[in-house]
């Protein structure tokens, strides 16, 4: 049997070396993350055995480096069979310690950093440390300035003086054909950041940020393809509300997406403390790092009641949408979100305009204009910073453009 008093389930025969007074504390941290327990008991099985056998090896506490792990599952390999989620769980249990300041040693990568990569983790510092800018910005610009420099100076020295515009021109000429429209301008977008950085450190002219070719992108060419209310009413029905993720995937789709029109984003990082139950609103953290606050209807506030009180796990995250499977914990990103919006659609064999989030902004915001609200209302609610934002719904104001069209040359055929 396991040892076990409360969370604690760590049988004796498992306790040995320097690493074992932290087991239990671990074994608590993965019981509360929810895994079914045979996958508990191979995780905390598996961060015992490296501990007997960092003892086996006569390495103490203070000795223990960012390679010891690897070494570790080398040797377990050659006497057991691979598991594949072996790295993963002792990984887990190096992050528990290094939370618990156990280990302090800082990840040392397997080869040393070129010159290239040390380069772009200066200028990811400069985007947030100087600019402010928020993590998902920060996500896209990178990858572009690490591959220009990749493409520029390949694995040597970098030397920003030597970048002339040709140098600029032949990337995105190299790059631009394989992005569609909007990834190709948050290239140009990436490279001009970049540029203006090194032309603030003095390591490059600022006629280098002009000789970033300027990708067209025309706005406003489609249409905002939304969901109807009869799509949403169909997909409602493919919704069990007697289950918890029944209960969750309800207050996301209808609720939140569909009343209020919030991003996938901003849902993700809607925590507890974000509810004021007294006077009814909700604190988002919206698109470019501002705050605002919403209203919250009725509606909407029952259906995240009814989640809380019987839906949700316990767990110390205090994101209100949490993961079903383990480890339980709020999502890692906007994907979550829209993954629950792909399964309901194709629960509900719904046939919507898309399979993402973002319909349900749109929907909304058709609804808003067809029951005659203006666009500077539809932004309001939608959290525009500008007005331009908004401009597209007019398009699907068929009504009012129609008498703006001119009449077909010869008649009507």
């Given at each position: 049997?396991?040892?076990?008093?409360?969370?604690?389930?760590?049988?004796?025969?498992?306790?040995?070396?320097?690493?074992?007074?932290?087991?239990?504390?671990?074994?608590?941290?993965?019981?509360?993350?929810?895994?079914?327990?045979?996958?508990?008991?191979?995780?905390?099985?598996?961060?015992?055995?490296?501990?007997?056998?960092?003892?086996?090896?006569?390495?103490?506490?203070?000795?223990?480096?960012?390679?010891?792990?690897?070494?570790?599952?080398?040797?377990?390999?050659?006497?057991?069979?691979?598991?594949?989620?072996?790295?993963?769980?002792?990984?887990?249990?190096?992050?528990?310690?290094?939370?618990?300041?156990?280990?302090?040693?800082?990840?040392v990568p397997a080869d040393p950093l070129t010159d290239a990569e040390r380069c772009v983790q200066a200028y990811e510092r400069?985007?947030?440390?100087?600019?402010?800018?928020?993590?998902?910005?920060?996500?896209?610009?990178?990858?572009?300035?690490?591959?220009?420099?990749?493409?520029?100076?390949?694995?040597?020295?970098?030397?920003?003086?030597?970048?002339?515009?040709?140098?600029?021109?032949?990337?995105?000429?190299?790059?631009?054909?394989?992005?569609?429209?909007?990834?190709?301008?948050?290239?140009?977008?990436?490279?001009?950041?970049?540029?203006?950085?090194?032309?603030?450190?003095?390591?490059?002219?600022?006629?280098?940020?002009?000789?970033?070719?300027?990708?067209?992108?025309?706005?406003?060419?489609?249409?905002?393809?939304?969901?109807?209310?009869?799509?949403?009413?169909?997909?409602?029905?493919?919704?069990?509300?007697?289950?918890?993720?029944?209960?969750?995937?309800r207050a996301i789709l209808l609720l939140l997406l569909a009343r209020l029109g919030l991003r996938a984003g901003e849902i993700?990082?809607?925590?507890?403390?974000?509810?004021?139950?007294?006077?009814?609103?909700?604190?988002?953290?919206?698109?470019?790092?501002?705050?605002?606050?919403?209203?919250?209807?009725?509606?909407?506030?029952?259906?995240?009641?009814?989640?809380?009180?019987?839906?949700?796990?316990?767990?110390?995250?205090?994101?209100?949408?949490?993961?079903?499977?383990?480890?339980?914990?709020?999502?890692?990103?906007?994907?979550?979100?829209?993954?629950?919006?792909?399964?309901?659609?194709?629960?509900?064999?719904?046939?919507?305009?898309?399979?993402?989030?973002?319909?349900?902004?749109?929907?909304?915001?058709?609804?808003?204009?067809?029951?005659?609200?203006?666009l500077g209302e539809i932004g309001d609610v939608l959290g525009h910073a500008h007005p331009d934002t908004t401009r597209i719904?007019?398009?699907?104001?068929?009504?009012?453009?129609?008498?703006?069209?001119?009449?077909?040359?010869?008649?009507?055929?």
């Amino acid at each position: 049997m396991i040892h076990s008093t409360g969370n604690q389930f760590v049988r004796p025969q498992w306790r040995g070396g320097p690493l074992a007074a932290w087991l239990d504390a671990f074994a608590d941290r993965v019981n509360a993350q929810g895994y079914a327990p045979s996958t508990a008991c191979r995780k905390i099985l598996l961060a015992s055995c490296f501990s007997q056998w960092l003892k086996q090896e006569a390495i103490e506490l203070a000795d223990i480096t960012p390679d010891h792990p690897a070494r570790y599952l080398c040797c377990r390999w050659q006497e057991l069979r691979p598991c594949a989620g072996d790295r993963h769980a002792l990984r887990q249990f190096t992050d528990f310690l290094h939370q618990e300041g156990v280990l302090s040693f800082e990840a040392v990568p397997a080869d040393p950093l070129t010159d290239a990569e040390r380069c772009v983790q200066a200028y990811e510092r400069h985007l947030h440390q100087t600019q402010g800018l928020a993590p998902a910005t920060r996500a896209a610009y990178v990858p572009f300035v690490r591959s220009f420099l990749r493409h520029r100076f390949d694995s040597g020295p970098v030397t920003l003086s030597s970048v002339d515009a040709d140098d600029v021109v032949r990337f995105v000429r190299h790059m631009a054909p394989g992005l569609r429209p909007k990834r190709a301008k948050v290239m140009a977008a990436a490279l001009r950041s970049f540029l203006r950085h090194a032309c603030h450190l003095g390591e490059a002219g600022p006629e280098l940020v002009a000789a970033v070719p300027v990708v067209a992108n025309w706005s406003m060419t489609q249409l905002p393809r939304g969901i109807s209310p009869d799509q949403v009413r169909k997909l409602l029905a493919g919704i069990d509300r007697n289950s918890a993720t029944g209960r969750r995937d309800r207050a996301i789709l209808l609720l939140l997406l569909a009343r209020l029109g919030l991003r996938a984003g901003e849902i993700q990082l809607l925590e507890l403390d974000d509810i004021d139950w007294v006077n009814g609103t909700l604190r988002l953290r919206t698109k470019g790092g501002r705050c605002n606050t919403f209203p919250l209807s009725e509606e909407v506030g029952e259906a995240i009641a009814d989640y809380l009180r019987d839906g949700r796990p316990t767990c110390p995250d205090r994101r209100v949408f949490l993961r079903a499977r383990a480890p339980i914990e709020g999502f890692r990103g906007s994907s979550g979100i829209s993954c629950i919006v792909r399964r309901a659609i194709k629960r509900a064999g719904v046939d919507a305009p898309t399979c993402g989030a973002h319909q349900f902004r749109h929907g909304l915001a058709t609804g808003m204009l067809n029951g005659g609200a203006s666009l500077g209302e539809i932004g309001d609610v939608l959290g525009h910073a500008h007005p331009d934002t908004t401009r597209i719904y007019a398009k699907v104001d068929l009504e009012a453009l129609r008498p703006l069209a001119p009449p077909w040359p010869g008649g009507v055929r």
